[in-house]
């Protein structure tokens, strides 16, 4: 037996998993930003270790100007979220408003990814999507957190009505942006 044949396992598995990563990052949204932190609050006391704690972020729409979300992620302490290596867990909420006059920077498809995160090592990720529902003229976020082999079980959904803006006029209706 040749002797590179025994490495053929260990080089298709370092393909594949270099193949996930260029596939994960291709699918980024075009302009990602990290989310701001705004303030983390501990729910589980731990002993010598860090606390399980929720930790709530706000984000801007990178699509659509005017727009913030806020979404709070529990965040495993203990000593395997010390290590960073925790599985968190899928509970995640959202709100997203108005926080100004709203102005499409360009054309989006139902379901793009605002924003994107793992929450575990490899196989778990949260994402937050973006729709129109073009009958009500309402932007609709979608947050869920998917599992490879499970699916996505757990998710949140908020409505962002388009509405004018002090003295601006018209509110734009956001099916005229949707591909």
Not at 28 to 57: C, G, M, N
Not at 95 to 111: D, N, S, T
Not at 128 to 142: E, F, P
Not at 153 to 158: G, R, Y
């Given at each position: 037996?040749?002797?590179?044949?025994?490495?053929?396992?260990?080089?298709?598995?370092?393909?594949?998993?270099?193949?996930?990563?260029?596939?994960?990052?291709?699918?980024?949204?075009?302009?990602?930003?990290?989310?701001?932190?705004?303030?983390?609050?501990?729910?589980?006391?731990?002993?010598?270790?860090?606390?399980?704690?929720?930790?709530?972020?706000?984000?801007?729409?990178p699509v659509v100007e005017g727009v913030a979300c806020h979404y709070t992620v529990p965040e495993k302490g203990g000593?395997?979220?010390?290590?960073?290596?925790?599985?968190?867990?899928?509970?995640?909420?959202?709100?997203?408003?108005?926080?100004?006059?709203?102005?499409?920077?360009?054309?989006?498809?139902?379901?793009?990814?605002?924003?994107?995160?793992?929450?575990?090592?490899?196989?778990?990720?949260?994402?937050?999507?973006?729709?129109?529902?073009?009958?009500?003229?309402?932007?609709?976020?979608?947050?869920?957190?998917?599992?490879?082999?499970?699916?996505?079980?757990?998710?949140?959904?908020?409505?962002?009505?388009?509405?004018?803006?002090?003295?601006?006029g018209e509110a734009p209706r956001c099916a005229d942006f949707v591909k």
């Open positions: 037996m040749p002797r590179f044949a025994s490495r053929l396992p260990i080089l298709g598995a370092a393909m594949l998993g270099a193949l996930a990563l260029v596939a994960g990052l291709a699918s980024a949204p075009a302009h990602a930003q990290e989310p701001d932190l705004i303030f983390r609050k501990s729910t589980v006391w731990k002993f010598l270790t860090p606390d399980d704690k929720l930790a709530t972020y706000g984000i801007d729409d000593v395997k979220g010390m290590l960073g290596v925790a599985e968190e867990v899928s509970d995640i909420s959202i709100a997203c408003r108005q926080i100004g006059p709203i102005a499409f920077k360009g054309k989006f498809e139902q379901g793009d990814v605002v924003y994107r995160e793992s929450r575990s090592l490899i196989f778990k990720k949260m994402q937050i999507v973006r729709g129109c529902d073009a009958k009500r003229n309402v932007l609709v976020y979608l947050v869920y957190s998917d599992k490879l082999i499970d699916g996505s079980p757990k998710n949140s959904t908020s409505t962002v009505p388009i509405m004018p803006w002090g003295a601006s």
